[in-house]
């Protein structure tokens, strides 16, 4: 007996199989067993992988039902809270007041779902209570709900909920960058100056962002506040040209230097920055094809001077430049309007550099907000088309204690060599 039950362990053949078998009918019941209730339970929570399979799925799991299904449903499952949650949102819509007894109750069971937030915060609104509906709508927000945007949006904009609204930042939020970034079309930007200003102090806009909102401002014409802006994002920013020596990447927005970038086809211009000779850093490469009409300007750079007078110098050097009545840097204010102040025209210099400089006045019309602004000296050259290069560099603007000539007196003065700094 010994013997044989010393050679069960190790049989092989038919007698293993015989002593796996009952294990096997074992799980494989368990298994049936189990199933259904698996597969009902992934039906009801949304969670079937496949297309088919859950015919009996009862409609209290899903969304936009009537309240009697939800009712129904829970009789069955009484501790599933997304469909109590549904249900009391589907009393809520219907004006029902059981919805107003039942959201209490919902609340610690489903603290972060987006209906019940949503509820609580119709609620908060309706009682006037803003501290409360402004702390729900910015977890709404920041939980990725849309619909909220708007009811947030107009409490930070009203003079009389914009410091509640504020009170809510800290510096861990994720909702002002994501409200600022995607800012409608119908609000101003410069209603939201504060949160803009609170958001630049804890670090919580994106670079992105707030060269959006110096743009909008910008469009707004509220130049002072996009010049304030410009200056706290980007540190001790000199009164003047930004990146007149073009040594900087070039952003094409904000306060930077602009340009339009042509259609390949009629590409009648393309600007580069380009190391400049014999010193380090870059200069500017205007490049003219002549296969296009030459947008105006050319190149620009809004700034804010609000001084009396200035003084414009700068670089430049041609090379094949077929313009008969060249390039200038013109002066307008940052309203458009006409020029008001130009250098002498830039025409070919053989590859010599040359000096240009203009003392001009900003008139009291533009408000301190002018562009600077480089364009054809005729319009009819523009749409004629020029070829050539252009190499610009070292350009400022400082302020001076009185002119020497007037804003028409451009001149220009050959020099040799590098630019200097």
């Not at 039902?65 to 589907?90: C, E, F, K, M």
């Not at 073009?246 to 952003?251: A, C, I, K, L």
């Not at 050259?381 to 804003?407: C, H, K, M, W």
């Amino acid at each position: 007996m010994g013997a044989h039950g010393s050679r069960l362990p190790g049989a092989t053949g038919p007698l293993q199989f015989l002593w796996w078998l009952p294990w096997l009918g074992l799980a494989i019941a368990l298994w049936l067993g189990a199933w259904p209730t698996q597969q009902q339970r992934a039906c009801w929570m949304g969670e079937w992988p496949f297309e088919s399979g859950c015919p009996d799925v009862p409609l209290g799991s899903a969304l936009d039902n009537p309240p009697d299904v939800y009712q129904r449903y829970l009789h069955h499952n009484p501790g599933d809270s997304r469909a109590l949650s549904w249900l009391t949102r589907a009393l809520w819509v219907a004006e029902d007041p059981r919805a107003a007894e039942l959201l209490p109750r919902v609340l610690p069971l489903a603290p972060q779902h987006p209906h019940v937030l949503g509820m609580q915060a119709d609620r908060q609104l309706q009682a006037q209570d803003w501290e409360a509906a402004a702390k729900t709508l910015v977890a709404l927000v920041e939980l990725g709900q849309a619909q909220a945007r708007p009811t947030l949006l107009s409490l930070m904009v009203a003079p009389q909920t914009q410091d509640i609204v504020l009170r809510q930042l800290t510096p861990q939020s994720l909702w002002l960058d994501s409200m600022l970034a995607g800012l409608d079309r119908a609000t101003p930007a410069r209603a939201l100056q504060p949160f803009v200003s609170a958001g630049q102090e804890l670090g919580l806009l994106k670079p992105a962002t707030v060269l959006g909102l110096i743009d909008r401002l910008k469009q707004e014409r509220a130049w002072l506040d996009a010049y304030t802006l410009w200056v706290t994002w980007k540190g001790e920013v000199g009164e003047g040209l930004y990146n007149g020596g073009f040594d900087r990447p070039v952003s094409r927005r904000g306060f930077d230097w602009e340009w339009t970038t042509p259609p390949a086809a009629r590409q009648a211009f393309r600007i580069d920055q380009v190391a400049a000779a014999e010193r380090p850093g870059s200069m500017l490469e205007l490049s003219l094809t002549g296969r296009g009409v030459l947008p105006q300007p050319v190149l620009s750079q809004t700034l804010l001077l609000p001084g009396t007078h200035y003084r414009l110098r700068g670089q430049f050097m041609t090379q094949a430049l077929s313009a008969r009545e060249g390039l200038v840097w013109a002066l307008r204010c940052a309203d458009g309007g006409e020029r008001w102040a130009e250098t002498a025209p830039m025409l070919e210099t053989q590859r010599r550099w040359e000096t240009f400089e203009l003392t001009f006045s900003p008139p009291a019309a533009c408000g301190a907000a002018v562009q600077l602004r480089l364009e054809t000296t005729a319009a009819w050259e523009a749409r004629a088309g020029i070829v050539g290069t252009v190499y610009f560099d070292d350009l400022s603007i400082q302020r001076i204690q009185a002119p020497v000539n007037t804003a028409r007196d451009g001149a220009t003065a050959p020099r040799t060599g590098a630019p200097r700094r």
